[in-house]
């Protein structure tokens, strides 16, 4: 194999391959540009064999004032990356017949976040100061750096970085003397058990669970229309934190609370996780069904619907999977059609 050959397979290639293909295939590319192979990338037009200033390539991908016009609405290549293709261009742009590119997917899912959960050893430690097990986790990795624990905080200290923490709200000053003055050796787990009994902390947590459900008391969108029913969910999550109900049964009655628990009010307030999302007043009651924009609108929304599940209770972002082809995951779009008309006949 050739010098030039070897450089075009080994960092033009893989260039072509990591940033333009996903636009630029042969299936439909943009611009009727596709750089799949030799063939196709030479009928463009868009590459002066041994001149690169010549080249409309380097006018597209060389940034002006940082910003370049490909690839579009993405960082621009990296100078390396320039200067390689350039280069290639200038050294008489070699594409050896026999290679075809492949938009770059990643094979090796040997990650930490696709490894089964294992229940560590806790570490052996006689130290007074390793109270609990997750204290030993932490003294170990502070001895492996030769570090010190900090010193226990004081009392006061101590009462408003757990109020806080717990409901969202600084201790009263009777609480605050009524903490100090307790001589009971268990005065701090008293503490935590009667802040974990105030109707504060669910709604101090509740605020982080409707964050990831996107709720809101309006529909946001253009109008913004306020949701006078939306309430009695906000308030179903904040009583489940307060009741202490178990993780599994929170999930069941927001995604099938009406299957699983018929008659049971839950089983339906729930489900108010399905519709938390915004909702395009405009597109689902002012414009037809019939019409391109009410069916956008009611895709969008059973998307949101699906990637919200799926965002929420599998950590999981699928929202690339409405692509033909996804470089990291392997969901196929049926798989999410599929789920999606589950949302839809619910």
Same mark, same amino acid.
């Given at each position: 194999?050739?010098?030039?050959e070897?450089?075009?397979?080994d960092?033009?290639?893989?260039?072509?391959?990591?940033?333009?293909?996903?636009?630029h295939?042969?299936?439909?590319?943009?611009?009727?540009?596709?750089?799949q192979?030799?063939?196709?990338?030479?009928t463009?037009?868009?590459?002066?064999?041994?001149?690169?200033?010549a080249?409309?390539?380097?006018d597209l991908?060389?940034?002006?004032d940082?910003h370049?016009?490909m690839?579009?609405?993405?960082?621009?290549?990296?100078?390396?990356? *320039?200067?390689a293709?350039?280069?290639?261009? #200038? =050294?008489g !742009?070699?594409w050896p +017949?026999d290679?075809?590119?492949q938009e770059?997917?990643v094979?090796d899912?040997?990650?930490w976040s696709?490894?089964?959960?294992?229940?560590?050893e806790?570490?052996?430690?006689?130290?007074?100061?390793a109270?609990?097990p997750?204290?030993?986790?932490?003294?170990?990795k502070?001895?492996?750096?030769g570090?010190?624990?900090?010193?226990?905080a004081d009392?006061r200290t101590l009462i408003?970085?757990l109020?806080f923490d *717990?409901?969202?709200l600084?201790?009263?000053? #009777? =609480?605050? !003397?009524?903490f100090l +003055?307790?001589p009971?050796?268990l005065a701090?787990e008293?503490?935590v058990?009667?802040l974990?009994e105030?109707?504060?902390?669910?709604?101090r947590?509740?605020?982080?669970?409707?964050?990831v459900?996107?709720y809101?008391?309006?529909n946001?969108y253009d109008?913004?229309?306020?949701?006078?029913n939306?309430?009695?969910?906000r308030?179903?999550?904040?009583?489940?934190l307060?009741e202490?109900?178990?993780?599994?049964?929170?999930?069941?009655?927001q995604?099938?609370? #009406?299957?699983?628990f018929p008659?049971e009010?839950?089983?339906?307030?729930?489900?108010?996780f399905i519709a938390?999302g915004?909702?395009?007043?405009?597109?689902?009651?002012?414009?037809?069904?019939?019409k391109?924009?009410?069916?956008?609108a009611?895709?969008?929304?059973r998307?949101d619907?699906?990637?919200?599940?799926?965002?929420?209770f599998?950590?999981?972002?699928v929202?690339?999977?409405?692509?033909p082809?996804?470089?990291?995951r392997?969901?196929?779009?049926?798989?999410?059609?599929?789920?999606?008309?589950g949302f839809?006949?619910s």
């Amino acid at each position: 194999m050739s010098k030039l050959e070897s450089h075009f397979r080994d960092r033009v290639a893989t260039i072509f391959s990591q940033r333009c293909l996903s636009c630029h295939g042969n299936e439909s590319p943009e611009g009727d540009f596709s750089l799949q192979d030799a063939s196709s990338f030479f009928t463009g037009g868009h590459v002066e064999s041994g001149d690169a200033d010549a080249s409309h390539l380097m006018d597209l991908i060389t940034p002006k004032d940082g910003h370049a016009e490909m690839p579009q609405d993405a960082d621009p290549l990296d100078p390396s990356d *320039l200067n390689a293709i350039r280069q290639w261009i #200038d =050294d008489g !742009a070699i594409w050896p +017949a026999d290679v075809v590119l492949q938009e770059a997917s990643v094979s090796d899912f040997d990650w930490w976040s696709y490894q089964p959960l294992v229940r560590p050893e806790v570490p052996v430690i006689s130290d007074a100061w390793a109270s609990s097990p997750i204290d030993r986790f932490i003294l170990k990795k502070l001895n492996e750096e030769g570090l010190s624990p900090s010193p226990p905080a004081d009392r006061r200290t101590l009462i408003r970085r757990l109020t806080f923490d *717990l409901i969202g709200l600084p201790p009263t000053p #009777d =609480d605050v !003397a009524d903490f100090l +003055a307790d001589p009971d050796p268990l005065a701090y787990e008293k503490l935590v058990d009667r802040l974990l009994e105030s109707k504060h902390y669910g709604e101090r947590w509740a605020r982080h669970w409707l964050d990831v459900v996107k709720y809101a008391d309006s529909n946001g969108y253009d109008k913004d229309k306020l949701r006078p029913n939306a309430w009695p969910y906000r308030d179903y999550v904040i009583r489940s934190l307060n009741e202490d109900k178990p993780y599994g049964r929170f999930v069941q009655e927001q995604i099938a609370g #009406d299957v699983l628990f018929p008659g049971e009010p839950d089983g339906i307030v729930g489900l108010g996780f399905i519709a938390a999302g915004p909702w395009d007043f405009i597109g689902h009651v002012e414009v037809s069904e019939s019409k391109q924009d009410g069916k956008v609108a009611r895709n969008l929304d059973r998307d949101d619907m699906v990637s919200g599940a799926l965002n929420t209770f599998c950590s999981v972002t699928v929202q690339c999977a409405r692509l033909p082809q996804s470089q990291v995951r392997s969901d196929h779009p049926a798989t999410i059609l599929w789920f999606a008309g589950g949302f839809r006949c619910s």
